[in-house]
């Protein structure tokens, strides 16, 4: 058996990696995202901020910004886990990891963590940018907390499972824009859902975003479209069922090991 | 507990194709091992299966007593595999890629040391915070093998190491894999360059198609396949007079010299009679020892 100190420091060493593989690009993968989401927030609010109010009270703007700040933050979890499997895949040197003692819950533990850490990091990073010019109150800081914690971790899983499925970089590409970007597009980051029509009320229902952004932005402003508990439940459960899965995956060795 | 390798009754079939049949093999802790074969005959397989990368279909495979999948980790603990592929990772240099690696083991700042020491053998210092990228193809295979160094494991599997490298890291590797050895540790060793096979490996297995062809001492592996051959320098007009009459022997003419394999050495003479009579002249005659390639190279026509 080996003792508890090797493992942590194993798990230790492979998170390291891995937080300092995304900080190694970090015009990439922090500065780059941060742009976008604040060009977006310039952009929608500059248009529709004097002809829009989606919460009483709450300028178009401020509604943005937490949507934009999920947005990103799930995105940049799920592109981190993702792009350094299916990288560490395609240039082979995946098997530097596959060769150790590493169990597939230190792999997983320490791949989720460095998602969520940049997930957070970019999500942060647009705020703090943000709230220069927008005046934007936190209602719930818990809740802020439990649903970037839990989005974070949620995509972040998403991102190993994909990264485990695919075999090249057009199949990750695939998936990001035929999957992750509809979904997050779709989830309510621009708009309430009330103000769509009742089919596609229905239909935002299935997209698991959808309670991400909505609860996130619950604890900004303490108004949402649905009960942020409802919300909170049903991303643990999507939580629970897609880290079922990718431990499942990295267990068997699943297109790690043959 | 004397073994650091054991294959019992290993098979790896990729669906109808059989890469591995039935391969029993013990490796004694503190050999230096060479395992040989051509391409395609099973012996990358076998080292995955070894390392955990490759499930074998059927059979147990044992690393210093671990069974390699129900204790998987103690086994890794022990392994110290280069892999034949040249992989790296572009994001980080040299230093970083071993810390990581002796990390993942559970070592830290007390292995800085013996770090310092893998990279001063394989004349790694001085690019030791170069990006793994901008490293040469002959420097990036110092770098893997260093990688697979950096735990200290007791067994070290070295996969082709010294396809595409230079003559002098060759011997600065083999005289570090030498020491090693001296040391305690456990080599294993696949390679095409058979000279090397023979002046290192004490015993050598060879693989082909899928099964153990042949495993003894490297010396009497040679021995008990000893092919000599007989060089005798001819004259070259005499080439088509020659092929007649020594057609029932394998033979080469070149550069007006005649070069024949003998099955034994009792062939020697008939075939200095056969000459005379047929007044064929020569000028030298010389019988060279056999070499592990030929011996390799019969055991696999077999």
């Not at chain 1, 090249?168 to 769509?196: C, E, K, T, W």
């Not at chain 2, 160094?149 to 396809?163: C, G, N, R, S, Y």
Request: charged share 20%; proline share 3%.
């Amino acid at each position: 058996m080996i003792n508890w100190k090797i493992q942590a420091k194993g798990t230790w060493t492979l998170l390291k990696k891995e937080l300092l593989r995304f900080w190694r690009v970090v015009f990439q993968t922090v500065a780059a995202p941060v742009i976008t989401g604040i060009l977006y927030l310039l952009i929608f609010s500059h248009v529709l901020d004097s002809r829009t109010e989606v919460y009483e009270g709450v300028a178009y703007s401020a509604f943005l910004i937490p949507g934009l700040i999920m947005m990103s933050l799930l995105q940049n979890s799920f592109a981190n886990s993702s792009s350094s499997l299916v990288q560490s895949k395609v240039m082979g040197n995946i098997v530097f990891i596959l060769l150790t003692p590493l169990t597939y819950l230190q792999f997983f533990f320490a791949f989720l963590i460095a998602a969520i850490v940049r997930g957070i990091f970019v999500g942060l990073s647009i705020y703090l940018v943000a709230i220069l010019y927008i005046d934007l109150p936190i209602v719930h800081p818990w809740y802020v907390a439990s649903f970037a914690l839990l989005g974070g971790a949620l995509l972040g899983t998403f991102g190993i499972i994909a990264g485990i499925w695919a075999d090249r970089f057009d199949q990750m590409a695939a998936f990001q824009n035929f999957v992750i970007m509809p979904l997050s597009f779709l989830s309510g980051v621009f708009y309430s859902i009330h103000s769509l029509p009742p089919v596609w009320q229905k239909v935002s229902q299935f997209n698991p975003f959808f309670y991400m952004i909505d609860g996130f932005r619950y604890g900004f402003f303490g108004v949402s479209d649905i009960s942020p508990y409802i919300s909170l439940t049903i991303v643990l459960v999507f939580f629970i069922l897609l880290a079922g899965l990718a431990i499942r995956l990295l267990k068997t060795g699943y297109k790690l090991r043959g | 507990m004397s073994k650091a390798i054991v294959f019992k009754n290993i098979t790896k079939s990729y669906g109808a194709v059989q890469a591995v049949k039935g391969i029993n093999l013990s490796i004694e802790k503190g050999e230096f091992f060479g395992l040989l074969g051509p391409n395609g005959a099973g012996k990358s397989t076998l080292i995955n299966m070894l390392a955990g990368i490759v499930k074998p279909s059927s059979g147990t495979i044992t690393a210093m007593g671990h069974d390699v999948e129900k204790h998987y980790q103690e086994s890794r603990h022990s392994l110290g595999i280069v892999p034949q592929e040249l992989v790296f990772d572009p994001f980080f240099n040299v230093l970083e890629m071993m810390r990581f690696q002796a990390g993942y083991f559970g070592k830290g700042k007390e292995n800085y040391a013996w770090i310092d020491e893998i990279l001063d053998k394989l004349d790694l210092t001085e690019k030791a915070y170069t990006n793994m990228r901008k490293l040469s193809g002959g420097m990036k295979r110092r770098a893997l093998i260093a990688q697979a160094l950096a735990h200290k494991p007791p067994v070290i599997v070295l996969d082709e190491p010294t396809a595409g490298v230079d003559v002098e890291l060759r011997q600065r590797l083999w005289s570090f894999m030498k020491d090693l050895n001296n040391q305690g540790h456990t080599i294993v060793l696949t390679t095409h360059y058979l000279e090397e096979a023979e002046s290192l490996c004490k015993r050598i297995g060879m693989v082909n198609k899928g099964k153990l062809i042949a495993l003894d001492d490297t010396k009497k592996l040679i021995k008990r396949n000893a092919v000599k051959n007989l060089n005798i320098k001819i004259n070259q007009r005499d080439e088509l007079k020659i092929r007649k009459i020594l057609s029932n022997f394998e033979i080469l003419i070149a550069n007006e010299c005649l070069t024949i394999t003998l099955e034994k050495i009792d062939e020697l003479n008939s075939i200095i009679e056969l000459l005379k009579e047929n007044k064929i002249k020569f000028n030298d005659i010389q019988t060279t020892e056999p070499d592990l390639e030929k011996v390799f190279l019969e055991l696999t026509k077999k």
